[in-house]
Each structure stands twice: as C-alpha cells, then as structure tokens.
C-alpha cells in the first residue's frame, strides 16, 4: 500500500510519502495551511499527485499517553479527510517527531527552506509503517 502521512501545523503541514513494501518514507513538501479550507484543498491535491491508499495522521497524545483536546480535534479532523478524500484515515502517536526531524536535520546539516514539518511527517510515517509487522 502507497501511503500519504501529513504532520499537522497550525499554519503550514508537513506531506510525507511512503510504501508499506519498501518500509520507507520520503518527505515531499511543506504546505501552508493557515485554515481549515485551505488545509484540504492542500491534501487534496496531494492525493491527487501521490494516489496514496491511505492517509496518515500525526496525533498529539499528551506526553503520558493520553488525548487532549488536540487530539480529539485531530480525530475529528480525520473524519472529514475521509469524507473528503474517500480514504481511510489513520492516526499515528506523533509525540517528539519533531524533535526527531530538528535532529535528523541537524545531522544531514542545513537544507533550504522548511523541511523540518515535511521531514517529521516522514518519521511519522516511518513510525505507522514500523509497527504494521
């Protein structure tokens, strides 16, 4: 299955592409999305350029676990991204990705423009794929 995992911002998302045959993940864009509206016109292009199976979606949990309201927000969010989209939509615990990406951003050095969000939907879907075996 072809996969498109976003990792949600208030102001821009991060679009990450992957595979469950290969297991891997490729950040392909940062996509500002300063609304609601604006965020699925933005995903649903992507879904258009990627034809993706499926959908993954970075969920805020609280650092012990737990759903907040953003997560509960996200979880809603979810459910018009699949009547929007017509394709399942799955969440992924995506607490400390974006520490990750800074890391990892840090360790490959310095790339233009904002790839941090694009890179932590990358580890998000890298994390969904790793738990699928």
């Known amino acids: 299955m072809r996969y498109l995992a976003l990792d949600l911002g208030t102001k821009r998302t991060g679009v990450a592409v992957g595979d469950d045959e290969t297991g891997s993940a490729m950040p392909v864009a940062v996509i500002d999305t300063p609304s609601?509206?604006?965020?699925?016109?933005?995903?649903?292009a992507q879904?258009?350029?990627?034809?993706?199976?499926?959908?993954?979606?970075?969920?805020?949990l609280n650092m012990?676990?737990?759903?907040g309201k953003p997560a509960q927000d996200v979880r809603a969010l979810m459910e018009r991204l699949t009547a929007r989209t017509g394709l399942p939509v799955h969440a992924q615990d995506e607490r400390?990705?974006?520490?990750?990406?800074?890391r990892r951003m840090a360790e490959?050095?310095?790339?233009r423009g904002r790839r941090d969000d694009a890179i932590a939907a990358a580890i998000i879907l890298e994390e969904f794929l790793g738990g699928q075996s």
């Open 96 to 102: 400390l990705t974006s520490d990750a990406a800074r």
């Open 64 to 67: 012990d676990g737990t759903e």
């Open 47 to 60: 879904v258009r350029d990627h034809e993706p199976d499926a959908i993954i979606v970075g969920l805020p």
């Open 108 to 111: 490959t050095g310095p790339v």
């Open 36 to 44: 609601e509206p604006a965020l699925m016109q933005a995903v649903s």
